[in-house]
């Protein structure tokens, strides 16, 4: 809660981004390392320090442009130790889920998975201890691009899941 890091439901873990605040300027580098956010039309979430640093905090959004920096990697150089961004190769490949639902109740979640699972398709419950409560959260395998997972999301929104959204593993 008080590090720089921050959730996104795409971008690799330990991949580092600059969070630019664009309604005052203010920026930081943030690490991903968790999933979410799990609101629709949010393309991140930040620690409370984050939010702090680049100025958000009383208002809890703001408009913020990312840039995706690439994982940091540790280098000698001569008696010292160095860190460099590497870049990740395509951030639109990799393994691509649908989530259509959070529960926590057990049950729900496998209500939901047979449900899907009588229209043909094959739902994953993945469990979640936020530490305070527990949660499954039911995903559908959306392939390996980023495209064909997008292209599932739109589906999904306009059938009977208005609030699927894309997630990485």
Known sequence: MYGPTAAHKTLPMNTHLLV?????GKEMIVRVNDRGPFVKGRIIDMTLAGARKIGFVDKGTARVRITALGEAAT???????????VGHPDFTKGE????????????????????????????LILS???????????RLRAGSTLSAAEH??????????PDAFVVAR
């Open 20 to 24: 630019r605040n664009l309604e005052n």
């Open 75 to 85: 280098f000698r150089q001569g008696n010292r130790t160095v860190e460099r961004f």
């Open 96 to 123: 691509f889920f649908v989530q259509i639902g959070s529960f926590e109740d057990r049950e729900n979640a496998i209500r939901l998975k047979e449900k899907m699972r009588g229209l043909g398709k094959e739902a």
């Open 128 to 138: 979640y201890d936020r530490g305070d409560r527990k949660f499954y959260r039911v």
């Open 152 to 161: 599932l999301e739109k589906v999904l929104n306009v059938s009977d899941f």
